[in-house]
C-alpha cells in the first residue's frame, strides 16, 4: 500500500526499483556517482514519500563508509546521525535560487568527496524529490 502512494506521488518522475534488495525509492542516478533524490521522511509523510529507514538501508547497503548526502533542504530537517554523519547542509528556500556563494560551497565539497576516493558517491536531496 504503500509502495502504491510513493509511486503515485513520484508521478511520471523516474525511480529506483532494485529487487535483489527490495528497494522502491524516489532516487535516480545523474552519474554514476551522482544521485537525486527526495527528502528521507519519517513517521507519516514515509508513507509518500522515501522513508529514512529506507533511504539509510539503501546507503549502507550499496555505499557503506563511501556515500555523503547533501540536504538543500531549508525547510526540514533529520538528524545526520542517521548517515553515520555524512550529511552536509546547503539550505534555501523551495523554488528560490541559491546565492553563488552557496552553489561554490556546495560544488567544492561535493567535488572534494568525490575526488577523495574512486567509489565515492553524493546524493542530493530537496523537499519533494530533483526540483532544487
Known amino acids: 500500500m504503500a509502495n502504491l502512494a510513493r509511486q503515485a506521488v513520484s508521478g511520471e518522475k523516474r525511480r529506483f526499483i532494485n529487487h535483489d534488495h527490495k528497494f522502491d525509492l524516489d532516487l535516480t542516478f545523474i552519474t554514476e556517482k551522482i544521485i537525486a533524490m527526495g527528502f528521507p521522511s519519517q513517521s507519516i509523510e514515509g508513507l509518500y514519500r522515501n522513508p529514512i529507514d529506507e533511504v539509510q538501508r539503501f546507503f549502507e547497503t550499496l555505499y557503506h563508509g563511501r556515500y555523503k548526502i547533501y540536504n538543500l533542504c531549508s525547510e526540514r530537517n533529520y538528524d545526520p546521525a542517521l548517515f553515520n554523519g555524512q550529511v552536509e547542509c ?43
Open 90 to 132: 546547503f539550505r534555501f528556500d523551495d523554488h528560490n535560487c541559491p546565492s553563488l556563494s552557496l552553489m561554490c560551497a556546495f560544488c567544492e565539497s561535493s567535488s572534494e568527496w568525490l575526488s577523495s576516493h574512486p567509489e565515492n558517491v553524493v546524493a542530493v536531496h530537496c523537499k519533494a524529490g530533483k526540483g532544487r
